[in-house]
């Protein structure tokens, strides 16, 4: 058989192919590992999520800012302190029988604002009782030329004076006080108080020819209220109030031999709001009047011993409440 023949014949053969495995039996298969060894197997990928970590609660940190009252300590130091004006309503006085009712507003000179003070220190214990110091300064110094004679004990001021007027009337408050109630954000306080005033009053010419004073140290009693009340727990908004007074009427209960009446109201109102760690800012309207009438026992030398004084006064204040 010639070559081409032989080449023809080779080229027309079937190709041998790996017969069908019977069933059950393995299949041998070329693969690039060799012959009769399978693919290696294709890994799929995951679809899964995976499981994220539980969160961890985050650790509060401490509480290390200083602080005036701790919680859980069994007593506290409060403070507060008020700054503002104040307007005199009517201001009338009179010093001897024979002298002259003379209107502090209209005719000296206390028709405009004065400056206004006020500070209260607070001992508290067990959050319910309560010893309370005021210092309440009140100096009204006016001027004016007097359109008619004024007389002052035995002291005559001649109409067309010019005149110099001191009203120093400050007084200091000790001060007990039950709170009824137990919640931290309300209260209602009562209490009784022990006021001492320090009076000195000066009616002098500017030229300083004439002077007529009268000092005086007093002591004074007084029943106290104090309220506070919060619309809405946690909010920080609150309305409060508070009264100081007394009225002493007749003989024997003035401790007097002559008949004697005096009052005294101290009373406001007030709204603020709790800054934290700050303790409370307001603002407040207050009311401080009264006064006295009657003859005193011992008499300084050229005067009857009688005086007569009665003042009304309205102030707006902000204040700061420590606590």
């Given at each position: 058989m010639s070559p081409t023949l032989i080449s023809l014949a080779l080229l027309s053969a079937p190709i041998a192919s790996t017969p069908p495995a019977a069933p059950g039996e393995p299949t041998t298969v070329q693969s690039r590992y060799g012959v009769g060894l399978p693919d290696a197997p294709v890994a799929k990928p995951t679809t899964a999520t995976p499981t994220p970590d539980p969160p961890v609660a985050a650790k509060p940190e401490p509480d290390t800012g200083w602080r005036l009252n701790p919680p859980g300590r069994w007593y506290a130091l409060r403070a507060t302190a008020e700054l503002g004006f104040v307007g005199v309503m009517k201001h009338g006085i009179q010093f001897g029988q024979q002298g002259t009712y003379f209107d502090f507003r209209n005719q000296g000179g206390q028709d405009v604002l004065f400056p206004f003070f006020r500070f209260t220190g607070e001992f508290a214990i067990k959050d319910r009782h309560s010893l309370i110091f005021l210092i309440q300064p009140l100096k009204l110094k006016s001027s004016a030329t007097i359109d008619t004679d004024v007389q002052v004990d035995g002291t005559r001021f001649a109409a067309g004076t010019p005149m110099a007027f001191k009203y120093d009337f400050g007084f200091y408050r000790f001060g007990y006080m039950y709170d009824l109630l137990k919640h931290p954000e309300q209260e209602l306080g009562v209490g009784v108080a022990l006021q001492i005033r320090n009076a000195t009053i000066d009616f002098a010419s500017r030229d300083g020819e004439l002077l007529a004073t009268n000092r005086n140290i007093g002591v004074v009693p007084l029943l106290k209220l104090r309220g506070r009340w919060t619309p809405r727990r946690g909010q920080g908004f609150w309305?409060?109030?508070?009264?100081?007074?007394?009225?002493?009427?007749?003989?024997?209960?003035?401790?007097?031999?002559?008949?004697?009446?005096?009052?005294?109201?101290?009373?406001?109102?007030?709204?603020?709001?709790?800054v934290p760690r700050a303790g409370d800012v307001f603002v407040n309207v207050r009311y401080v009047g009264g006064g006295a009438r009657g003859t005193d026992s011992s008499p300084r030398d050229g005067t009857d011993g009688f005086a007569e004084n009665w003042l009304h006064t309205m102030a707006l204040s902000l204040g700061l409440y420590i606590r």
């Amino acid at each position: 058989m010639s070559p081409t023949l032989i080449s023809l014949a080779l080229l027309s053969a079937p190709i041998a192919s790996t017969p069908p495995a019977a069933p059950g039996e393995p299949t041998t298969v070329q693969s690039r590992y060799g012959v009769g060894l399978p693919d290696a197997p294709v890994a799929k990928p995951t679809t899964a999520t995976p499981t994220p970590d539980p969160p961890v609660a985050a650790k509060p940190e401490p509480d290390t800012g200083w602080r005036l009252n701790p919680p859980g300590r069994w007593y506290a130091l409060r403070a507060t302190a008020e700054l503002g004006f104040v307007g005199v309503m009517k201001h009338g006085i009179q010093f001897g029988q024979q002298g002259t009712y003379f209107d502090f507003r209209n005719q000296g000179g206390q028709d405009v604002l004065f400056p206004f003070f006020r500070f209260t220190g607070e001992f508290a214990i067990k959050d319910r009782h309560s010893l309370i110091f005021l210092i309440q300064p009140l100096k009204l110094k006016s001027s004016a030329t007097i359109d008619t004679d004024v007389q002052v004990d035995g002291t005559r001021f001649a109409a067309g004076t010019p005149m110099a007027f001191k009203y120093d009337f400050g007084f200091y408050r000790f001060g007990y006080m039950y709170d009824l109630l137990k919640h931290p954000e309300q209260e209602l306080g009562v209490g009784v108080a022990l006021q001492i005033r320090n009076a000195t009053i000066d009616f002098a010419s500017r030229d300083g020819e004439l002077l007529a004073t009268n000092r005086n140290i007093g002591v004074v009693p007084l029943l106290k209220l104090r309220g506070r009340w919060t619309p809405r727990r946690g909010q920080g908004f609150w309305l409060g109030t508070e009264i100081d007074g007394a009225y002493i009427r007749g003989k024997v209960i003035s401790g007097t031999r002559d008949y004697f009446e005096g009052a005294l109201v101290d009373a406001s109102l007030r709204a603020g709001f709790k800054v934290p760690r700050a303790g409370d800012v307001f603002v407040n309207v207050r009311y401080v009047g009264g006064g006295a009438r009657g003859t005193d026992s011992s008499p300084r030398d050229g005067t009857d011993g009688f005086a007569e004084n009665w003042l009304h006064t309205m102030a707006l204040s902000l204040g700061l409440y420590i606590r």
